[in-house]
Every structure is written in C-alpha cells, then in structure tokens.
C-alpha cells in the first residue's frame, strides 16, 4: 500500500527529501509526474491513462504535507523500509488504507517511473 501523511503533520519537511520518487510534497504545492523521475511529456501509463508529466497537477493538501499515491513506491528498489516513516519525528506517515497494494505493484511502479 502507498504512505499517506496524518494531519498530526507539524510540517517539519523531513520527509520530503528522503522519497526517492518526489512523490512528498508541501502542503498547496501543485506537483508533478516529472519530478525526481524518468517521465517527461506525453506519458501513458500501464493501465492505459495519458498525463502529461510535465503539467502541475492540483495540490491534495492545502495544510500539511502530502504524498501523491500514484508515485509512492513505499521506497520499494531503493530501501529496505520507507524513508518517510523512518524520519518523521511524530510518527505520521502511516500505511493509506485507501491505496492497498501487493509489493509487485510497488515494485512494478518504480521500475515504470525510473527505468
């Protein structure tokens, strides 16, 4: 499943830096696909969706920061735990119950976003 950030958030920024796939964004900035990955343009994803990763894409949380779930890997193929979990100094990056997924589908996302 990806990681999602609780609203106990107290906007430290320590996450952000460690994710691997830029998928940790501050609360009310727009993110994009592009960003720390090998996407660029007209990009079709597996499942047959066509983004433009090069286009900002609206915000998820206006006050705390936020993990966009289609890039989170929980960094699968980079480190042997999630980096987000593994900084947070309040323990609020926990498992999205919303966005369960098998280590395959993690696994197969990072080889799509880096390879």
Same mark, same amino acid.
């Given at each position: 499943?990806?990681?999602? *950030?609780?609203?106990?958030? &107290? @906007? ?11 998928? *940790?964004?501050?609360?009310? *900035?727009? /993110?994009? /696909? ?9 990009? &079709?994803? %597996? ?6 990763? @090069?286009?900002? @894409?609206?915000? *998820? ?20 735990? %999630? ?5 947070? %100094? ?26």
């Amino acid at each position: 499943m990806a990681i999602t *950030i609780t609203d106990a958030c &107290i @906007n430290c920024g320590a996450c952000e830096p460690e994710c691997p796939n830029s998928a *940790i964004y501050e609360g009310a *900035i727009d /993110w994009r /696909w592009q960003d720390k990955t090998k996407l660029s343009g007209k990009t &079709i994803f %597996p499942d047959g969706t066509e983004v433009d990763a @090069n286009a900002y @894409n609206q915000a *998820i949380s206006d006050d705390v920061y936020y993990i966009v779930p289609g890039k989170c890997t929980e960094c699968k193929g980079f480190h042997e735990e %999630p980096q987000c979990k593994a900084v947070c %100094p309040v323990d609020c990056c926990v498992d999205d119950p919303e966005h369960r997924e098998s280590e395959e589908v993690l696994f197969s996302r990072q080889r799509f976003l880096h390879t």
